[in-house]
Structure formats: C-alpha cells, structure tokens
C-alpha cells in the first residue's frame, strides 16, 4: 500500500533553515506529481509547493516563494523540501502528498 514518511521537522530560530524528507512507497513514484501541505495550529491544511513528476515543474505558495525549494530523487523515491529563511509564521505540521494519501507529518516549530 501507500507509505509516505517524512522527516527533518525540528525546532530552529528565525532565518534559520530545515530540510524535509519524505520517503515513498508502494506506488509509481517517477511517474507522480508530489506536494508538500502544511496545517498550523487552528488553521486549515495549505498546500506550500508541488513538484511534477520529472522535476522540471513546481509551483509554491506565496508565503514561501523564494525561501522554500521542493525537489525529488527518482531513484530514492524521495521528495524534499528545503526551507531557508524560516519565519515563526512557518511553524506548522508538514505533510507530504500523493493524491489522497498523506504521511503522518513532521513538526515544524521556528522560534526563539
């Protein structure tokens, strides 16, 4: 079945920098499009970037444009999410997705 796992969440201060992987199964993961969610507290679940399948095409959310680079590994079946600059308005839950599948996320928390 489907498994996605992500890792790399942590604490960090403000400007600070944190890459998050996410490791996938149980499906076709080259031929996929990826994306990253997160779900801040009392918040909705946001969709912060995607990546198609080859990695030549990606998109991100307004608030992190120009701070976060989504990228995979085909061989790895590995998406990341490399997030530069980190603002306490980043604290959040991650999420990686594949269509209706989610992993079980990873903590975020940008403070001083």
């Known amino acids: 079945q489907v498994q996605l796992v992500e890792s790399g969440g942590g604490l960090v201060q403000p400007g600070g920098s944190l890459r998050l992987s996410c490791a996938a199964s149980?499906?076709?993961?080259?031929?996929?499009?990826m994306r990253w969610y997160r779900q801040a507290p009392g918040k909705e679940r946001e969709l912060v970037a995607f990546?198609?399948?080859?990695?030549?095409?990606?998109n991100y959310a307004d608030s992190v444009k120009g701070r976060f680079t989504i990228s995979r590994d085909n061989a790895k079946k590995t998406v990341y999410l490399q997030m530069n600059n980190l603002k306490p308005e980043d604290t959040a839950v991650y999420y990686c997705?594949?269509?209706?599948?989610w992993g079980q996320g990873t903590q975020v928390t940008v403070s001083s």
């Open positions: 990546i198609n399948w080859t990695g030549g095409n990606t």
């Open positions: 149980g499906f076709s993961f080259s031929t996929v499009a």
């Open positions: 997705n594949f269509q209706n599948s």
